[in-house]
């Protein structure tokens, strides 16, 4: 099959107008078919006994006693049958022609029992004998934020997103699309793949590199099946978009949960290491560092440059995130001697200084004083030593005044966001928890409504920013 015709065949998967939901279960909550409520195209279901399935005429869903009787084309399978009767659903689907089916059903491989692995050979040869694109088994299948196509009910729909994230994991498909959703991260398209039997890393990665809509790609992978196919296409993809990779089981026993999740071969930590740098991707070692730089790709303009201008509101912490991003490997320098100039004519030292960081809550007012902060921005985007600027809010002092005034908070958000729109330089703000939370989160939420890059401490916003960093130097060719 040649790559083209995959991805034609994969895209009709991931942009399904009919969908069928094979062996979903009252037991379960209809797991399945409740989350396939926002799916803006048809649903059904396929149960054989209807005593599975009562009530179901009241979700609108029309049942079916085998996926041969729905009297269409079907695009898009999920299947939550026991192991045992698998095999005929992956046979009907093949039957069918269905353009790809997702067996979340586990119990294969990943368990080293004879049945399980009998079991997982037996659906593999039948998906390859009918030609059949198989997603797993053993995951959650795919996940079209725009069409909402979703599995699980917690996910947004409606709208589109711009970030792909690929999956061996459910769990972790799951809450990349929650917990990034909440940071500001929208997908575009993910796709939990479990044991990859016919569909691996690798094809999925070659889909969403020629997605229109997918603007980023992050990764959270397990094992290898074709180490240097791999390799091929994250490096060819990497020259395309960004790639974050976040590889699970390096530990030795980490390695030994991987092979009882998803019957992951361990890959050893120094080979794996000099491979992803040979690809050049941006590596990750948790759920946040991944959507942390999702994050800084989506929101931040790229650069080459590693020089910081800082700005806080403190003493204290204009020590912090100082040392904070020169440990990560940026460098903080000394402004010009004409930035030092015109910061002299307004900069109120009083309780503050200005040699970068830039110590300012005094001089901006804890960001109430706008034509301060403003002239703030333009001072280090006019400076030469400067490539990105980061700001930390200091929410922890001004939270009570910004609950009992909102219209501050949108002054002060308006007043950021208009520096992002215009700066040519990145521009990351960071919003650390406090003593009063819901007043973090809803300056969180107004400046990502506003398209501003928000971080929830030094060390995730700078790392984040040096990783994003050296994967625009390897595409201007500089590294």
Known sequence: MSDNDLNSRLDRAFNPKVVAVVGDKRAMGYLWLNAMKTFTGKVYSVQVDPAEIPGIEAMGIENFPSLSEIPVDVDYVVCAVPRQVSPRIIADCGQKKVGAVALFTSGFAETETDEGIETQNEITDIARASDLLLIGPNCMGIYNRRLGVRHSGDQPAGDAGNVGFISQS?????????????????CSKT?????????????????????HETEVIAIYIEGVKDGPRLLRVLRETARKKPVVVWKGGLSKAGSRAAYSHTASLATAPT????????????????????????????????????????IAMTGGQSVVITDTFEREGLEVPLLTQGSYDKLSQFFNIIGGSYRNPLDAGGTIGMGFIPGNLQKLFEILEEDENVDSIAMEMGIGFIARRLRDNPDMLDAMADTLAAHNQ??????????????????????????????????????????????????????????
């Open 170 to 186: 459910g769990t972790h498909c799951i809450n990349f699309s929650l917990v990034g959703s909440v940071r500001g991260v929208k």
């Open 191 to 211: 796709v939990s793949f479990g044991n990859a039997v016919i569909l691996d890393a690798p094809d999925y990665i070659e889909y969403l590199a020629n997605d």
């Open 271 to 310: 080979i794996w290491d000099a491979a992803m740098k040979q690809a050049s991707v941006i590596q990750a070692d948790s759920l946040d560092e991944t959507i942390d730089a999702a994050n800084v790709l989506t929101y931040a303009k790229p650069t080459t440059g590693n020089r910081m201008g800082l």
């Open 422 to 479: 215009k700066t040519k330089k990145p521009f990351l703000t960071i919003v650390h928890p406090g003593h009063v939370e819901d007043v973090s989160a809803q300056v969180r939420d107004k400046l990502l409504e506003r398209g501003v890059g928000v971080f929830a401490n030094f060390e995730a916003a700078a790392r984040a920013l040096n990783r994003s960093i050296a994967y625009w130097r390897f595409k201007a060719g500089l590294d």
